[in-house]
């Protein structure tokens, strides 16, 4: 079986960027392993713009980021296999793949990194009663149908979930002549990126009912129509509020989940609130030498800060391959009061970098709390913010200087004045 | 009067715009940013539009592309019927220039994806 210094699963900007910086880092023998026929992952359906800002200072298409990082890979000249579906991988870092050249292949990594990013929630998740017509898509499969594979997808839409990617799609419909009838969030709030709900909802007059949601799909072979209903606070519907959309289409956006059926195999200690395995601040999961980044960790808005990670996941990566890395003992970053998780969920007090970060997301909108962060049980950072929404990721930056030694914790939760 | 809901960051502060003798006063905002963000909008609200495509003889079938700049607000619909009526030949790389002037603005359509031929 032939070995590789390290096996990044996924080509997409995770993938990408992990394997550069590794590369960079000094480790020669790089292999990407991509299901899909092209790198790039993801982005190839995101065709509209606002990416890039923080990495390259303009506002960029999804194609046009993931080609920069692929051009990069190719001048790095980073061996990378497409059409190559890995199948399982071991705790003795054997990937088992499928490709139409190599067939069913074995290779084994001195280190791994997890990059296989996030899939849609499916309607089967929603419990939505009614038949099941032609016309309920998930927001991506729309995307993808419409921008890579050029098909009108339908001329009468509505759209459950005010996810970025259903925001997205609402406004692309509208642009190829659907009309989008309304959007409905059984939150009372958007989990969208506010640019989004503004860019893509008020610039069409698209009205987002909050509180509300699908309570009966119509149709046989066709969708013809959807019932939606306002919720109570327990987001049960509440009756009398019905009222009926003719449609022939129905967009799902209602979440995101990390793809982690290989990892499950892995035995790692997995985050019930992320879906991602646990990491410390290097990135590492608790096998040692199986890195993960980007969403297949946790899911992120911005692919900004999936690159900025999965390069860290990468340098360490090369780390560990190069065996310039002590693993000490760690303690707990724990979340809460507010706060729903952090990644990392632990940290290596001895050798950690000068600066970690330290990314999370709140429970529900608060106004005018205080992010504190707590070391060893004394409050060390309190940092006041205006407005938290769970669709905006936030992060945290401690300093190696300012954290008290012995460490033995740290607890980030958000307090009222 | 309009009512605007600021993008600058998270807070999404509501906006209100009153036109008064000629003159634009902004309500509702919390820092200078929205007060630029509640003029342009008012004023000359631009976008950047962003479609696909027909592409022959390349390894796929949709060209992604953008204008290369924002365009006013109200020629997106414009823009979209000479995206709908566009066709290229590949290969075509990312930043070609697929329309020289959409719409009447003056600003070209570019390709955002690179597609070699088939």
């Known amino acids: ?417 | 009067m309009r009512e605007l809901t600021c993008i600058g960051c998270p807070l999404g502060c509501p906006l209100r715009v009153f036109e008064e003798a000629g003159q634009l006063r902004v309500e509702g905002n919390t820092c200078p940013r929205g007060e630029a963000y509640a003029r342009n909008e008012v004023l000359c609200p631009k976008r950047t539009v962003t479609s696909t495509v027909a592409i022959h003889g390349g390894t796929v079938n949709r060209l992604s592309v953008r204008t290369q700049t924002d365009i006013p607000k109200e020629k997106i619909f414009a823009c979209m019927e000479q995206i709908k009526a566009a066709s290229v030949d590949a290969p075509v790389k990312i930043g070609d220039v697929i329309l020289p002037d959409v719409a009447g603005t003056g600003v070209p359509l570019i390709a955002t994806k690179n597609v070699p031929k088939a």
């Open chain 1, 1 to 417: 079986m032939r070995t590789h210094d390290l096996i990044v699963i996924g080509g997409g900007p995770a993938g990408l960027a992990a394997a550069l910086s590794a590369r960079r880092a000094g480790v020669q023998d790089v292999l990407i392993l991509e299901r899909d026929h092209v790198l790039g992952g993801i982005l190839n359906q995101c065709i509209h713009n606002g990416f890039g800002l923080h990495t390259f200072k303009e506002e960029l298409t999804g194609p046009e980021y993931a080609a920069r990082f692929i051009a990069q890979a190719q001048e790095e000249n980073i061996p990378y296999r497409l059409g190559a579906t890995v199948i399982s991988i071991s705790r003795e870092k054997i990937v088992t793949y499928v490709s139409r050249e190599d067939g069913l292949a074995q290779v084994r990594a001195k280190a791994l990194i997890l990059a296989m990013g996030c899939r849609e929630r499916p309607r089967g998740a929603l419990n939505i009663p009614g038949s099941r017509p032609a016309g309920i898509f998930s927001a991506g499969t729309a995307q993808h149908l419409m921008n890579i594979e050029g098909y009108g997808v339908g001329k009468e839409v509505v759209i459950l979930g005010s996810g970025d990617i259903g925001l997205i799609m609402a406004r692309r419909m509208t642009l190829e002549g659907a009309k989008v009838k309304v959007v409905a969030e059984l939150m009372p709030y958007s989990g969208g990126l506010k640019r989004n709900i503004v860019q893509c909802l008020d610039d069409f007059g698209i009205p987002l009912k909050l509180s509300h949601t699908v309570v009966e799909i119509h149709g046989r072979e066709r969708l013809t129509g959807v019932t939606l209903a306002q919720v109570d606070e327990n987001r049960r519907p509440i009756a009398g509020t019905e009222e009926c959309y003719a449609c022939d289409t129905l967009l799902l956006s209602v979440g995101l989940l990390p793809e982690n059926e290989l990892t499950r195999a892995l035995n790692v200690k997995m985050s019930r609130v992320t879906g991602g395995p646990e990491v410390d601040d290097r990135l590492q999961t608790d096998c040692e030498g199986v890195f993960a980044c980007g969403n297949v960790l946790h899911v992120h808005d911005l692919v900004d800060y999936v690159s900025e990670e999965a390069a860290l996941a990468g340098k360490n990566a090369a780390a560990c391959v190069l065996s310039q890395q002590t693993v000490g003992r760690t303690v707990p970053v724990t979340a809460d009061g507010g706060v729903r998780y952090t990644v990392p969920q632990r940290l290596d007090p001895d050798n950690m970098a000068d600066s970690v970060t330290v990314r999370f997301r709140v429970a529900d909108v608060y106004r005018d709390r205080f992010v504190c962060v707590y070391c060893n049980g004394e409050r060390i950072r309190r940092i006041k913010k205006r407005v938290l929404a769970p669709g905006e990721m936030e992060q945290v930056i401690l300093k190696k200087s300012e954290l008290a030694q012995p460490l033995e914790s740290i607890r980030i939760c958000l307090e009222v004045e």
